[in-house]
């Protein structure tokens, strides 16, 4: 899509488009820029037929006419061509009109509107035309642009001006405006504006099935048969080479198998990826020790409540609550690790299938997203770098798409993205030519390993040389944007060529967008052609709601749907970049497997993070939740999705319900007589009927096209909806009112529609980016990610696995993706504050898994899972109180167990022997080391006390009392010194409950030492248990403890008084409420000495 270079800006509530001439020597001198050949008649493109040739109406002279003009003019015209007056023919697809010569026993006017038997591609194509192809128009200027023009509302008047000042001076080659249509008469208009008349019906192109069914392709009586013969084909060849052994006692004839159409039975034709079972000597073990865990559970809880601690009643009960809700916390996450299994791809096998040689590669499409907001919090280098590896990916060029989606609408962002898409025509051809990892400038530049190995180019050490230097130019050129940026000049921020920022109201300003990349004319410097670069930023206005990211996200789906339409995208955070180059080649291993690719609608990569410390003191890698529970998952229906390193199938996010699997036929009894099965067999159907009645209330499914390979499987299938049944009213209310984006969500397997225009395509790229867009439609209900919470990931995921989606993990053996986190305490703290809060939104609402998609494809143990995802900030109640009691129970000198007999001490030691052995299991079967699984469990408590229990309150407040919190972009700091981050204090109110639960532990251990010192040798054996208890406490805050210290090993002022204030007080209160002493007062005796 050629745009001249230039930024698209717009409004489709305000009826404006604009075209902003960022460089001086690209000005735009007209509409016919941004077209092929014109009509004469209305200056609208002409289209391209199927046969790849421009539309022409007369045959006699070729005078250029569009077809919606040709049609116009032979319905209400006078049917003649305008120049040579030759009366019109009717061609193929064009309604019949009175005079039109008899060609067949079929009238095009009775099927106009036939779209029964039509394929998705074919549909989409007929409401393209009726959305692209409407109208006529007659008046030109000299450019050829239509001056008069009709179907605007009333006031929707818009003339040449410039960001609301008219000036007649100005010529029309110094435009920012292409005009929108005003008020006239029918004859006057403009096919590719987005503004229809609502009193001229459209009339979109017919297609007859029933005529000439060999061009259309499916559904055809000669394609049926011409499939027969090739599987027939197929089959036979298979069985040669099954029986080559048998030929010739093993030997081949060399021409007998000499077919170009034979298949690769040894590797092209083999499954792209392979499920890698978990070893029974490992699995077996664990899984018994699940089983003896819970006994042992049910053994221990059967103690705790019979032998209740008489003295300390409500210390007892309190602590029996809380391990309740622990042990059903526990329940809810070890479950859903019943099945865990690792997977493995098989690139070359891909490559075999769809990449031929001599013949353009057959891989599907990828759109990828990367997301951003404020370029302070997460500075333009690692955005910049995030962009760079995306356009050197490891897969052909003309199939990756990459969208930047700046929702702060920055121009410090759009100055970055122009000065990357210029360094990447140096570093990408370099990245290729040399087969450099990591493909990210900044890591790989910095990374310390020796860059010669498996190096052999003898230019390679110059060439390298020579990009480093271009590296660090571009990195002071991002650091002098990012400097300017930081003084915000009065009137706002300026383009180069004086045209004001659209963008300079945060939260009130058009929808932008800008193509850097892929458009004709722009390549590397080698001459090759490079990846699609696009700019987007949504249209915001005052009193719309916009929904975070999960509204830019959406605004990418229809933006990308509009412009390149893949069937297939990738998001990504703006500080993860690509670490493994063939990381789309991975994920297409599974969505391109013709076997069991067309139920998976993501594949799901772990997260892994440069810039840790070697310690991981917070435990930002989770290395747990990566490399344990999602393993569990993709046992059952997948794992959940993160957030980011994620490939999505578009067609799943559109919500449509996953393709229903054929099950094998059943047992027939055609042997019997009819009379033996009368009775089961109507039983039978009727119970049949009934369940296919029920799914098909709860499924709308898209009817799938397969390619030959797939129906050769015959394995999936797909339940055909008629398009009749979908009718435009309700595509419009599902997904809003373009149809263009319409016609793209039929195209199951992606792609523009062949006669769409570029400056069409333009207008409604504006248009779906706008802030109303999304008004009385599915987006963010049903369609899109999903609204409702801040953590809009889970909610996403959820939704698709209840359409009976599954969803693969995978895990390369290079990490597929690689970004910043948070290291410092207080920024890691309030990230897994948003997590929570997010977690309890969608507690509250009605997507909560405990009571939602019940009847759909949700599996019982994926839908624990999910619960566990939204009840764990609840455990931050019981786990302060349970913190809390070992300081009480050493200060009053109770504890929450009686004395502990026999029969207790095994319940207690297999209790903890249990949980031991299945942690050391996990361990063995996920990879995870002990410090890990250490960090992991020590932060669950910190998070706990603090982030977890925030959240919870903070969420009671927004659903109880509207009270919302404000979305805080984690900060991503540039290179500051290695692990500099680590040591910085933010003073934040999370920090208070974890020290207050410190101190209070630390002072209850010193007063039960210094009572048992005090009482004698007898008060030490009951010591122990509840010291066991505070220190348990203490060690898992160790780390929050290192973190308030410091580099300088100081705590911090303000964390020191406020914890000590609230310890003291609990502990004065609680000596006041139980003090000590006897209640009777002091027990006096004689002591027997005569003082006198």
Known sequence: ????????????????????????????????????????????????????????????????????????????????????????????????????????????????????????????????????????????????????????????????????????????????????????????????????????????????????????????????????????RQSDKLQVVKHEGENDGGSFDGNELDDPDLPMMDEGRQPLSRKLPIPSSKISPYRLVIIVRLAVVGLFFHYRILHPVKDAYALWLTSVICEIWFAVSWILDQFPKWCPIERETYLDRLSLRYEKEGKPSQLASVDVFVSTVDPLKEPPLITANTVLSILAVDYPVEKVACYVSDDGAAMLTFEALSETAEFARKWVPFCKKFNIEPRAPEWYFCQKMDYLKNKVHPSFVRERRAMKRDYEEFKVRINGLVSTALKVPEDGWTMQDGTPWPGNSVRDHPGMIQVFLGQSGVRDVEGNELPRLVYVSREKRPGFEHHKKAGAMNALVRVSAVLSNAPYLLNVDCDHYINNSKALREAMCFMMDPTSGKKVCYVQFPQRFDGIDRHDRYSNRNVVFFDINMKGLDGLQGPIYVGTGC?????????????????????????????????????????????????????????????????EQGIVVSKPVKSTEQSQTKLEKRFGQSPVFIAATLLENGGVPRNASPASLLREAIQVISCGYEDKSDWGKEVGWIYGSVTEDILTGFKMHCHGWRSVYCIPKRPAFKGSAPINLSDRLHQVLRWALGSVEIFFSKHCPIWYGYGGGLKWLERFSYINSVVYPWTSLPLLVYCTLPAICLLTGKFIVPEISNYASIVFMALFISIAVTSILEMQWGGVGLDDLWRNEQFWVIGGVSSHLFALFQGLLKVLAGVSTNFTVTSKAADDGEFSELYIFKWTSLLVPPTTLLIMNVIGVVVGISDAINNGYDSWGPLFGRLFFAIWVIVHLYPFLKGLLGKQNKMPTIILVWSILLSSILTLLWVRVNPFVNRDGPVLEVCGLNCN
């Open 1 to 232: 899509m050629n745009t001249g270079g230039r930024l698209i800006a717009g409004s489709h509530n305000r009826n404006e488009f604009v075209l902003i001439n960022a460089d001086e020597n690209a000005r735009i001198r007209s509409v016919q820029e941004l077209s092929g050949q014109v009509c004469q008649i209305c200056g609208d493109e002409i289209e391209i037929t199927v046969d790849g040739e421009p539309f022409v109406a007369c045959n006699e002279c070729a005078f250029p006419v569009c077809r919606p003009c040709y049609e116009y003019e032979r319905r209400e015209g006078t049917q003649a061509c305008p120049q040579c007056r030759t009366r019109y023919k009717r061609l193929k697809g064009s309604p019949r009109v009175e005079g039109d010569e008899e060609e067949d026993d079929i009238d095009d006017l009775e099927h106009e509107f036939d779209f029964e038997g039509l394929s998705p591609e074919q549909v989409a194509e007929l409401m393209l035309a009726a959305r692209l192809n409407t109208g006529r128009g007659s008046h030109l200027n000299g450019n050829g642009i239509p001056t008069d023009f009709d179907s605007s509302p009333p006031g929707a008047k818009v003339p040449l001006l410039t960001y609301g000042e008219e000036d007649a001076d100005i010529s029309s080659d110094r435009h920012a405006l292409i005009v929108p249509p005003h008020m006239g008469h029918h004859a006057n208009r403009v096919h590719p504006v987005p503004y229809t008349d609502p009193s001229i019906p459209l009339q979109p192109r017919p297609m007859v099935p029933q005529k000439d069914t060999a061009v259309y392709g499916y559904g055809s009586v000669a394609w049926k048969d011409r499939m027969e013969e090739w599987k027939r």
């Open 647 to 711: 490939v999505f199938r578009r067609h799943a996010l559109y919500g449509y319900d996953a393709p229903v699997t054929k099950k094998p036929p059943g047992k027939t009894c055609n042997c019997w007589p009819k009379w033996c099965c009368l009775f089961c067999g109507s039983r039978k159907k009727k119970s049949l009927k009934a369940k296919d009645n029920k799914k098909s209330k709860n499924r709308e499914t898209s009817k799938q096209i397969h390619a030959l390979e797939n129906i």
